[in-house]
């Protein structure tokens, strides 16, 4: 028997198809959105209201994240193909507590799960962004 299309999720899956498109046409050549921020920079925005503008959908991620709000940070990631918004989004299931998903994120990154704090490899993936 076969599955029926649920136009919505077709609709939302092309989305983000696209919005990972557009990400990567702005990010240069070493995979990062081209911005003179810093991490120190960075770390300094968490006390704004929003995340600072130009900033690649991985790192929004984390920006979001860091201001307890994992639910956009997710949303931010999920439907990108980008490596670092795998990497993200692997992170943020580490975040969770589940290492089944976070697993098959950070293989899509190419990465391994870290061995260290949450919050320490939150700040590995921000450096490794941005510097």
């Not at 990062?32 to 921020?37: G, K, S």
């Not at 391994?112 to 941005?130: D, G, H, V, Y």
Request: aromatic content about 10%; overall charge neutral.
């Amino acid at each position: 028997m076969r599955q029926r299309l649920n136009p919505i999720r077709a609709l939302w899956s092309a989305y983000g198809r696209l919005r990972g498109l557009l990400t990567l046409h702005l990010t240069t050549q070493n995979g990062t959105v081209d911005t003179t921020m810093n991490f120190k920079e960075f770390h300094a925005s968490l006390s704004q209201p929003t995340p600072p503008q130009g900033l690649s959908d991985a790192l929004t991620a984390l920006w979001l994240d860091a201001n307890g709000q994992w639910e956009a940070a997710h949303d931010r990631v999920r439907d990108n193909s980008d490596q670092p918004s795998a990497w993200v989004h692997a992170y943020l299931h580490h975040v969770e507590g589940v290492l089944w998903n976070a697993d098959y994120w950070y293989g899509r990154a190419k990465k391994k799960r870290p061995n260290c704090t949450t919050r320490e490899e939150w700040q590995q993936i921000a450096q490794s962004l941005l510097d």
